[in-house]
């Protein structure tokens, strides 16, 4: 079956730009995860949908929300970029998040310039 | 919550070499516990996972034990190849009140020479 898939690949936006990133998980899977990977930092959690309801969040300030959409699929968007946001963003999407396997995407690079 | 410590972080091995990658984590409520291969430019693959009921889980050159006492994991691949070059991240996961989410180590940088 189709693995996790997330678009666009790549994105350059310009400071004070907003983004929407789109996460599609493996049929079946409700559970959705998006982290933040960068060099210095590692994988950092942002939050976690669940039946289209947040059900984790990370220590990301409010620019940085998501959603989750009925058939599963989850968008995370980011508002008034920053420099520092630039990183690749991964999804995870897991069948119900409880101790289970999670698979990731290929991830997005975004770059702030 | 929980913290994942991983160590070390930069591994070099000959190859056929065996390599060990130590992870402890700090909540004795984690069940879970993955580890995920990343090449460069990729995402992250699971290669192996264990529940907190097991001690031990072996696939092909790969193996992960745990000690649920000393609140430790590790990685362990054998007869080491090349293609085993990659970035290591160890992660550990629990139920509750952060369900969904993985607390990730910060990686080991795996070169393997020919």
């Known amino acids: 079956k189709a693995g996790v898939t997330q678009t666009p690949r790549y994105l350059i936006k310009t400071r004070g730009q907003q983004v929407t990133l789109s996460c599609s998980p493996i049929?079946?899977?409700?559970?959705v995860s998006w982290y933040q990977q960068t060099p210095g930092q590692g994988l950092q959690f942002l939050f976690e949908y669940f039946s289209e309801t947040q059900r984790n969040k990370g220590n990301f300030p409010g620019r940085f929300s998501g959603r989750q959409f009925s058939n599963s699929r989850s968008e995370m968007n980011v508002s008034t970029l920053e420099l520092g946001d630039s990183a690749l963003y991964l999804c995870?999407?897991?069948?119900?998040?409880?101790?289970?396997?999670?698979?990731f995407g290929q991830g997005t690079r975004l770059t702030v310039v | 919550g929980e913290n994942v410590e991983q160590h070390p972080s930069t591994l070099s091995v000959q190859e056929g070499d065996s390599a060990v990658i130590k992870c402890t984590y700090s909540d004795s409520a984690s069940n879970y516990f993955p580890w995920y291969k990343q090449e460069l430019g990729k995402r992250p693959q699971l290669i192996i996972d264990i529940r907190s009921n097991v001690g031990e889980k072996k696939d092909q050159r790969i193996a992960v034990t745990l000690n649920k006492t000393a609140k430790h994991f590790s990685l362990h691949i054998t007869e080491t190849q090349p293609e085993d070059s990659a970035v290591y991240f160890c992660?550990?996961?629990?139920?509750?009140?952060?369900?969904?989410?993985?607390?990730f180590g910060r990686g080991t940088q795996l070169t393997v020479w020919p």
């Open positions: 049929s079946g899977h409700r559970s």
């Open positions: 992660a550990a996961s629990r139920g509750g009140s952060t369900l969904g989410r993985l607390y």
């Open positions: 995870a999407s897991s069948l119900d998040g409880r101790a289970t396997e999670a698979f």
